[in-house]
């Protein structure tokens, strides 16, 4: 991904948080996201956003959200432990699309998106958090479509 689109994704994300942000009826006080409209993740993998789909980690919560069709958002919310040095991206018919690896801290938000350019299609997507050590911590899969 090039650095334009991280700057331009970047943007549109902090013009994109307030219109969509929940209500505080529906805010987890527990768990802060950037994008707080993808809501908090629950046991089974569900935010209050249909789009989304999470998986909760003992130190932060892994995102995969349908942005727009087809584009496709990965991200992974660092709430606690060790830095580590891991990357983020999705499974879609099989194969797996990355984002660079990254030193990554508590309190980071770690997110990229891919969309027709890099081939992302209408097939379920599962995001991804992958740790340099070889874990991959998938979210449940998702429809594009």
Not at 26 to 45: I, Y
């Amino acid at each position: 991904m090039t650095k334009r689109l991280r700057v331009l994704s970047a943007i549109i994300a902090a013009v994109a948080a307030p219109v969509f942000a929940a209500p505080a009826a529906m805010a987890d006080s527990t768990e802060v996201t950037p994008m707080h409209h993808w809501g908090s993740c629950s046991h089974d993998g569900f935010t209050n956003d249909v789009g989304a789909r999470c998986t909760k980690l003992s130190n932060g919560t892994v995102y995969v959200r349908k942005t727009s069709y087809p584009t496709v958002t990965a991200q992974y919310y660092k709430s606690g432990g060790s830095n580590i040095y891991a990357r983020v991206g999705f499974e879609q018919g099989g194969k797996n699309t990355w984002d660079g690896y990254q030193t990554m801290s508590t309190g980071g938000h770690y997110t990229a998106s891919w969309g027709p350019k890099e081939g992302v299609g209408c097939t379920p997507v599962i995001g991804k958090l992958h740790v340099q050590n070889g874990t991959t911590y998938p979210t449940p899969s998702m429809s594009m479509c």
